[in-house]
């Protein structure tokens, strides 16, 4: 059911568009589906490609958004709105977004929305982060779509790309999804003998700070790795620019697991989904849950099936660190900044 | 042999040969400047393919270096090189020399640059200059960046080993199509003999014999076709103005007509049957699709386990049949189902849908099978029927190899659909002829079983120590040594000693051919002796033996050596067999009926042969392929010196 879905997922997109046309003039007499959206950072890609989903699905919908603005303390509030108003299903963003509203498994139903549908997107590992029992079906009024590759595939992109023998990682601790990364990454890279030195622009309280990103950096290109990864990290996503540019700055190549860092910044490569396709499928995810009347624990947790190999060729030519000439082939070559 | 026979005999042999000389040589006159143009055309024909090849690889690198790149930090050259060189195994070498005239990359035994430096430049939309650099055909082209500037040179080495092989394989699709020719030829000519000759003078001598006697003409003597025949219907007419009308007892076909009629019947069937072979695995594959769960590797063998599986599981109600109807019925019941099955292949949608097709098609076989050993035994005298169950034999494996060849060749001019199509129509031809051909008078009904058979009779049967023998101990073990080398061991091993494929069909098709054309002269020197009995164990013996081929030639001459055992015993072995299941079980057939018998035979020696790649499997991961092969042989030859002992005490039990 998994795959079939992810394979069928842009047909059923193209089909319910279509019949979007036929639907509409019914469904408009009909009272509208009401979803809260939940933003951690703001508007994103991923709630564009929701809304524009269950437009073309024809789906009458009347959103509700409240933007956290990274702040956990504001998450707790929101959540009580939520509560209040009984949405009909909660759209949540990020790791950290989607356990703000849904809780860890087992969590406080008081302090926490269970008795309403939560969908989540562009969460890296649901699992580990204890949002779920387990996969590909939640066990708990949750479901959603995963947004990045998993550790094992990027590691082995990554390698094709520089073969690395020491690899600098740069991640935020406070992040739940970025300590599961970096405790998996530390599997495969011991198993093909690569060297890690990981980083956290973190303080003492453990709160992530823009102002710590380039000690970190120097203390990392002090060890003269081959490459920098970047997992996927909310807190990075709007410094893209920054934080590449101060990379490529003391020479460091930088393979990257979200979009925005190769498209607008200037990491030189990444295996990503688009985060706009991200957000159509969990488009289709919600309207399984409102039209479909499926319940979240039983729709599937999914990631799309393709990512994309990204290349900024700008960065490249700016390191004079090229990638292979097949890699070239299948990659998506960005002329970059 | 009769005086008459002999004469006819030898008339035949001098036509055959006479027309088999024409027509080879004025093929071969055809053929060999063919071949020989080969030598010169396709190293150029193949340059073409390897100037789109390199042209690709240069538009690679210029991209890579329209990006920023520059030409002496391109990474990845050499991966890309020998990805190229794997698609394209004739590639000897690649190397890319930058505008400086440095190599950059290279894969493969480059030759000197000095050498490489006397190549031709072939430049884009022009013919493809090649010489002759050590043992490849050179080629070099130019790699232009987008701004035009030369980047360097590709220069890529055709093996012309390779090249040597290509042509070899050729020449053997020639010489095959030549063979193929020359089997159909041969066959249309001794019908056509034995129809319009053979028929008639046998007449004749009938009516000769009948005269002498006193008796007047018979039937006997309107047998045939063609001038001739009217020649003596007119003669034997006015011997019965003189003698009166012929009496009503009329004999049947002369038992050598009909056996021509039924080989030429089986001959066109099996072709029709087997003009899919060669390509069903690559059609299943098309067709691929889920199916209970099964993996891919074991769905693509899936239609043709089902196609041998039916042809043998049907054989025990066919038996039933055959008590009901004349050979000719039975025959069209047969081709009819096969064409079902073919027209059902062409038209079938998923890999459910063609696995049901060839089960059709398999049962079809499988009556036509028994249908034509069955009017061997029914026409051919008891002295003579090793002769004629080793023509079946031999027939059935001359028209396998010539059904898969042309098969081949039209699959790839017609595609897969319209060859099953055809194959259908090739089984309407045989049918047709049965209908034309078998006889549908008494003699041609297998009368019933004498008593009604119950489970208390095959229970007799299974403690006959000489069928069971006979089963277990030769025909058994034969079929699963013969299924697990030819189907299985042989093809893999020789794929992991390096043999192509085209290496592979030739040296597992020895042993179709071994059978076709050893059978029946082996088989009219044990008739001639009646040492059936014999000829089982020595046969046995023979392909047991060829198992330890592999021992001291751990190689493709091994595997051949094994192969061609194989043949030659198993052309001694099997039609003795058959011969001998009506003389070991005679109590038991006027019990069941002699169709019962042979198709407990059948199924006992066929349904378990699927078990034999099976055991293979096992025995390769314990002992690895020789060893295994070697297994096999030992198996076979010990059960045969367990049937002597078999015979031996069961025949001083009945004296």
């Known amino acids: ?337 | 042999m009769n005086a008459t026979t002999a004469a006819v005999t030898r008339l035949k042999v001098r036509v055959v040969t006479l027309a088999l000389l024409v027509i080879l040589s004025a093929a071969a006159l055809v053929s060999i400047p063919v071949a020989n143009r080969q030598f010169e055309d396709l190293p150029v024909e193949l340059a073409a393919k390897h100037v789109t090849l390199v042209s690709q690889l240069g538009r690679d690198i210029a991209r890579a270096v329209d990006l920023g790149i520059p030409v002496a930090q391109l990474r990845g050259l050499e991966d890309m090189f020998a990805a190229a060189r794997a698609a394209h195994p004739e590639v000897g070498y690649l190397t890319f020399i930058d505008a400086d005239g440095t190599p950059r990359a290279g894969h493969g035994g480059t030759p000197p640059d000095t050498l490489l430096a006397r190549v031709p430049l072939t430049t884009p939309g022009h013919p493809p200059r090649l010489v002759e650099v050590e043992h490849f055909h050179a080629l070099r082209l130019p790699v232009i960046g987008r701004d035009g500037a030369a980047l360097g040179d590709i220069h890529l080495g055709i093996d012309r080993s390779h090249v040597a092989r290509l042509i070899q394989d050729r020449v053997f699709d020639i010489i095959t199509v030549m063979v193929v020719t020359a089997i159909i030829a041969t066959e249309l000519l001794l019908l056509l003999l034995d129809s319009m000759v053979t028929a008639p003078l046998l007449g004749l001598q009938r009516w000769a014999e009948d005269t002498r006697a006193r008796r007047g003409a018979t039937q006997a003597a309107q047998q045939g076709r063609g001038e001739l025949a009217a020649f003596v219907r007119q003669l034997t007419g006015l011997s019965g103005l003189v003698h009166g009308a012929p009496p009503q007892d009329a004999p049947s076909v002369p038992w050598l007509i009909m056996l021509r009629y039924v080989r030429v019947a089986l001959f066109v069937f099996v072709a029709a049957d087997t003009l899919s072979l060669s390509f069903l695995p690559l059609f299943s594959r098309e067709l691929m699709s889920p199916l209970w769960g099964l993996s891919e590797d074991v769905l693509v063998g899936l239609p043709i386990v089902a196609y041998w599986l039916m042809s043998a599981v049907v054989q025990l109600p066919g038996a039933r049949l055959l008590e009901h109807m004349t050979h000719r019925r039975a025959f069209v019941v047969g081709a009819l189902l096969s064409a079902a099955g073919s027209v059902a292949s062409a038209l079938s949608s998923d890999m459910a849908s063609l696995l049901l097709a060839r089960a059709v098609s398999g049962i079809g076989l499988g009556l036509v099978f028994m249908v034509c050993q069955a009017a061997i035994l029914t026409h051919v005298p008891p002295e003579r029927r090793t002769y004629g169950v080793a023509t079946f034999t031999g027939v059935f494996f001359l028209a396998t190899f010539s059904g898969t060849a042309v098969g081949g060749i039209a699959a790839e001019h017609l595609g897969f659909r319209s060859t099953f199509l055809l194959s259908a129509g090739v089984a309407l031809t045989a049918c047709a002829f049965a209908v034309l051909t078998f006889g549908a008078s008494r003699e041609a009904h297998r009368p019933a079983a004498q008593a009604a058979e119950g489970w208390a009779a095959y229970g007799k049967l299974a403690v006959n120590p000489r069928y069971a023998g006979l089963l277990l101990l030769a025909a058994l073990p034969n079929r699963m040594f013969n299924v697990a080398l030819v189907f299985f061991l042989a093809p893999l091993y020789l794929d992991m000693l390096g043999a192509s494929k085209a290496e592979i069909g030739r040296i597992v098709g020895v042993y179709g051919l071994t059978m076709a054309f050893a059978a029946p002269i082996i088989a009219a020197w044990v008739d001639r002796r009646g040492w059936q009995v014999q000829s089982v164990v020595v046969g046995s013996i023979l392909c047991g033996l060829g198992g330890f081929a592999v021992v001291p030639f751990d190689n493709q001459w091994g595997i051949l050596i094994a192969v061609a055992l194989m043949g030659l015993g198993q052309s001694m072995s099997i039609p003795s067999q058959m011969t001998l299941i009506p003389v070991v079980a005679a109590r038991n057939a006027a019990v069941l009926g002699l169709p019962r018998l042979y198709a407990v035979f059948r199924v006992g020696e066929r349904v378990p042969a699927f078990l034999g790649p099976i055991i293979a499997g096992v025995l390769v991961s314990l002992l690895g392929y020789g060893a295994a092969i070697a297994t096999y042989g030992v198996w076979v030859a010990a059960s045969s010196v367990l049937l002597i002992f078999v015979f031996g005490a069961s025949r001083s039990k009945t004296a």
């Open chain 1, 1 to 337: 059911m998994s795959s079939l879905s992810r394979r069928h997922f842009m047909g059923l997109a193209a089909a319910a568009a279509g019949l979007a046309a036929t639907a509409r003039p019914a469904l408009a007499t009909a009272a509208p589906y009401r979803i809260a959206v939940v933003q951690w950072r703001g508007d994103t890609d991923v709630d564009r490609g929701l809304r524009d989903y269950l437009a073309r699905a024809g789906l009458p919908v009347e959103y509700t958004v409240h933007n956290a603005a990274q702040n956990r303390d504001a998450l707790a509030a929101i959540v009580q709105e939520v509560k209040a108003a009984r949405p009909d299903v909660v759209y949540a963003f990020s790791t950290e977004g989607a356990l703000g509203v849904a809780g860890p498994v087992g969590g406080d139903a008081e302090r926490f929305i269970t008795d309403i549908p939560v969908v989540f997107a562009a969460v890296g590992d649901p699992a580990s982060a204890k949002l779920v029992h387990g996969m590909p079906l939640s066990g708990r009024n949750v479901t959603g779509v995963i947004h990045l590759a998993p550790i094992s595939v990027q590691f082995e992109a990554l390698s094709s790309l520089f073969a690395p023998r020491r690899l600098a990682v740069l991640y935020n601790d406070a992040e739940t999804y970025g300590r599961g990364a970096v405790a998996e990454l530390r599997k495969v890279a011991e198993a093909a003998k690569v060297e890690l030195i990981v980083e956290s622009p973190t303080d003492a309280e453990g709160r992530p700070q823009v102002d710590l990103i380039g000690p970190a950096l120097d203390r990392l290109a002090a060890a003269k790795p081959d490459a920098l990864y970047l997992p996927s990290t909310s807190f990075f996503i709007p410094l893209a620019e920054m934080l590449t540019e101060a990379a490529v700055a003391r020479g460091l190549p930088t393979f990257s697991a979200n979009e925005p860092m190769i498209r607008r910044g200037k990491a030189m490569a990444g295996l990503v989904s688009s985060f706009y396709e991200v957000g159509q499928f969990t488009g289709y995810k919600v309207e399984q849950i409102l039209v479909g009347g499926k319940a979240p624990a039983e729709v599937p947790i999914e990631a799309l099936s393709r990512f994309s190999l990204l290349i900024n060729m700008a960065a490249a030519r700016e390191l004079a660190v090229y990638p292979p000439i097949t890699m070239l082939r299948y990659a998506e070559v960005i002329h970059g900044r």
